[in-house]
């Protein structure tokens, strides 16, 4: 690629252009400096318009497009390769909020509004948009639905495919579909959106979307309860729909190694019960018309499930700061897992009816095969999704060790996955597949399925310039 | 199509394959009567591995494809053409429920299994299965979901698509895709399930389906809600959602003049209010405790309504056969509607915001327009979702007049969807294209939207062999 090519890219669109490496820099490592590439340049436009402008370019000169987002995935899904050949086009200027229809209980934002500003909106309007991640004030909803994001609403509200009822995309060949529809039924042909949504920038880039937005609750109410096994919450789990139906909002499971490494590395946190428990549940409980409701619902269930002992203790938040010092037990989980040294994680879904087996047998099995490590067993176990993540053993903590934990990475994740599969499940339940888990996906997914995905992915990209490499190992005979 | 190569099909598969006139007659006419065509044989197979050998077949013969549930379809979607070159593919054979999870709340079900029979699968396991629909006896679940059916429960549990976890689908070439997946979270490649959920088997043939089920609701309560206009019965929607959240289980908006149909010709019907009134409601509240909550729900709704002027007059159920009679009012319109003569239909959809101005406006335009005409607007308002029907005039029943009021269907319909696509709505809410709307829904679509249709149908289905002319109309440049 020549300079000169370059300057009809700079007349293209508005926009900005980076091309210098400093300015480059910040759009080529992930946030957690995983992954690290190089790029032609960063192509930084304000408009859809300028999106397709921008695609159409790149359409022309053959030059592969990496779009990202807020760039907080983890799965590499939004990083350039090493050759430096491709241009990475960040979606971070389009971030208009385009309307919002309180009425129609919908918003149009562009895809680079993150999602704590789209919750920001939603709550100016007197409403809820329920996705709700970690990297929120990062993260930008264009990424959230490119990548099909989950978290700690989805039990109630689904990932962020559920969330959303229209796109706008710019295609491969740069032209503009408006699929901006904000209807709850439309049955006049394919299903274009939900083929976007989830497909991490590989079949088209999406620069808008039409979000759901809900009533705001009156109230919330939250427990923390302790179970003695996986086991036992999923029949907690059982009782709670059952009594509750969709004024459950959340169901995370944690085991006490969580709370532990928590209370470690969090001076504020405390475990709010007087003993210790191999599993804690934290339960959430979202009522439309008091909080007195909310909890009146989840004191309901705490009775009746003590007394038939699905439970051995329980904590309920009284006031908004205990119900956030709750919360905050399982939200530091992760950031507390990496402050305690090297990790191994796996996002996984199994059916609930296979995850007290399977937490079961495949911790005995990593125990019996792997030597100096932890098991940090959490996740949202109303959606089936587990994060069975492993730490370094509290004797094998420090530099010293690391190599030799990180050799184990590669065993432990076949290990994991294996047995995933075996189970029916899933082994990127909500990270999306990127360039992380895209050979190990290949290795599970049947010859018919790569082959659809395959068609798929070539007739709307037939030049495999939208984000090539990610989602879809390259493959021989093709 | 010689008779040799009919005996190497008749020997491919298990299962019944018709080539008389008068055993296949009841597989080429849709069951009111709109459709007739002509097919080489109609194939019955038992399972989806003779699915996929008739499938072969068709694929090595160059054999288009009829794929065919319960035929209750109100598109033509699965008819044959005039051109006896297709078989018809009756999925009806495959009926077994192969599994039920009550822990993981799913149910895996062939394609042949009438959404009846999936409901009463369901109830068997103590679960709801909510997908619900006027054909619930004949219709199949497979056709559910390739036409992604809607029905009176929408609001609450979704569309046929919003109930399906995985799919087992025959492809074009005969290969079976196991896509029979039983999880919440699964982000590890294209969503193909959403891509065949609503394709009509223009893309492959679904052979069976992971469902979601529900814990039943204890109780449930409904009231007729008499308002003055659509704009009062949207304010009424927004209060009922807000109090209700998704206790709110249906809320559906019909005409004084579908009533007085009902009344006319169902004997049993009558209107519950001591006044008329321009418009009803039919508001439905379910509890996962007990019917009393239900009834309190919606009892505190309906005061704080009357208060506000949002509802002139209400009658709530106290009995199972009152809830029943007030379902039957509105239940009863369409085939009310059918008995007094000859209809014109839309089904549209709309967002919420738009739907009272939508109403009055073009209500407005027919009766100006069009002379001899009846406006029966009923519907699933709370999903946006209108039939916003036409009977003749009271003094132009009868034959003489039908030929006249035939021919207003055209430039009606016209009107209505010139309408409808201006608000940003959708022709076909709930129905489908099939061949009914397939050429009116290109008229709206854009052309991009246009090619990315025929770029997938294309990858999928290389050779047009399934369904052809269903969906997407022809079109010269290809």
Not at 94 to 111: G, Q, S, W
Not at 190 to 218: C, H, Q, V
Not at 275 to 297: F, K
Request: hydrophobic share 45%.
């Amino acid at each position: 690629m020549t300079a000169m090519k370059l300057t009809t890219l700079r007349t293209a669109f508005s926009g900005r252009l980076h091309t210098e490496a400093h300015d480059m820099a910040p759009f080529l490592t992930d946030w957690r400096g995983k992954w690290t590439g190089r790029a032609l340049a960063v192509a930084q436009p304000d408009t859809a318009q300028d999106v397709a402008a921008v695609l159409r370019w790149c359409h022309e000169h053959r030059v592969p497009v990496v779009p990202q987002g807020g760039n907080t995935g983890l799965s590499g899904g939004s990083t350039p390769d090493g050759t430096g050949q491709a241009l990475v086009l960040s979606l971070t200027r389009l971030t208009r909020v385009r309307a919002v229809d309180t009425i129609n209980n919908t918003l149009e934002v562009e895809a680079g509004v993150t999602l704590q500003e789209v919750q920001a909106a939603a709550e100016q309007a007197n409403r809820l948009f329920p996705l709700s991640l970690a990297a929120q004030g990062t993260c930008t909803i264009g990424g959230n639905l490119a990548s099909n994001a989950g978290g700690v609403q989805v039990l109630r509200w689904g990932n962020a495919r559920e969330l959303c009822l229209g796109l706008e995309v710019v295609t491969a060949e740069g032209e503009i579909w408006n699929g901006l529809r904000s209807l709850r039924k439309d049955n006049t042909g394919y299903d274009l959106r939900d083929l976007f949504i989830g497909s991490e920038g590989t079949l088209g880039i999406i620069t808008a979307a039409t979000l759901k937005l809900f009533p705001r609750p009156a109230g919330q109410a939250a427990a923390f309860v302790a179970v003695p096994s996986p086991a036992v919450a999923v029949e907690l789990l059982q009782l709670a729909q059952l009594r509750l139906a969709s004024s459950l909002t959340a169901f995370e499971l944690m085991s006490d190694a969580c709370i532990t490494l928590v209370e470690k590395h969090v001076d504020a946190a405390r475990l709010p019960l007087s003993e210790r428990s191999p599993w804690y549940v934290l339960v959430e409980v979202s009522d439309p018309v008091s909080e007195a409701q909310a909890a009146a619902g989840l004191e309901g269930l705490l009775e009746q499930a003590l007394e038939q002992e699905l439970a051995t203790d329980a904590a309920l938040s009284s006031s908004l700061a205990q119900f956030r010092a709750l919360w905050a037990l399982r939200e530091d989980i992760s950031e507390s897992q990496g402050a305690e040294g090297k990790t191994i994680k796996h996002d996984i879904a199994l059916p609930i009816s296979a995850i007290a087996g399977f937490v079961e047998a495949t911790s005995r099995e990593i125990e019996a095969q792997f030597d100096g490590v932890r098991l940090v067993v959490f996740g949202h176990l109303g959606d089936g999704n587990l994060h069975f993540n492993l730490s370094p053993a509290e004797d094998r903590l420090g530099k010293a060790h690391e190599a030799a934990f990180v050799a184990l990475e590669a065993p432990v994740n076949r290990l994991v996955h294996d047995a995933v599969a075996a189970a029916g499940g899933s082994i990127s339940a909500e990270h999306g597949l990127g360039v992380l888990r895209r050979d190990e996906s290949a290795r599970y997914k049947s010859a018919v399925e790569l082959k659809l995905m395959r068609a798929i992915k070539a007739a709307l990209d037939p030049l495999n310039l939208m984000n090539p490499g990610k989602v879809l190992p390259a493959h021989e005979d093709k």
